[in-house]
Nanobody
């Protein structure tokens, strides 16, 4: 199983980025999917998630209304669209999969992880 995350970069405050995570060796539609982020010196935190059924999504309060998680089953990818970025969004972002029906906040609940992609929001 491999997860390849990409799309990070340097963006100014108020800008947008789309992160993508392509999977191989696994069918994403069989998993709950999530994006975590880890800022320097802080713990990894669940940022957005989508349940296996696709019928439910989760967003941490600080990104609600700005971030959108989506799954493309045909391309076997999960994406995170990030709008109106703020300096506090600066972090390494990781995609993750868990073999369960619901998204969990605990990173230990995820079996597969992408390598991380750095997002830097400059003011």
């Amino acid at each position: 199983v491999q997860l390849q995350a990409c799309g990070g970069g340097l963006v100014q405050v108020g800008g947008s980025l789309t992160l993508s995570c392509a999977a191989s060796g696994v069918t994403l539609s069989r998993y709950s999917l999530a994006w975590f982020r880890q800022a320097q010196g802080k713990e990894r935190e669940l940022t957005a998630g989508i349940n296996r059924s696709g019928g439910g999504t989760y967003y941490r309060d600080s990104v609600k209304g700005r971030f959108t998680i989506s799954r493309d089953s045909a391309k076997n990818m999960v994406s995170l669209r990030m709008n109106n970025l703020k300096p506090e969004d600066t972090a390494v972002y990781y995609c993750a999969l868990r073999n369960g029906g619901l998204v969990l906040a605990q990173s230990s609940g995820y079996a597969y992880w992408g390598q991380g992609t750095l997002v830097t929001v400059s003011s």
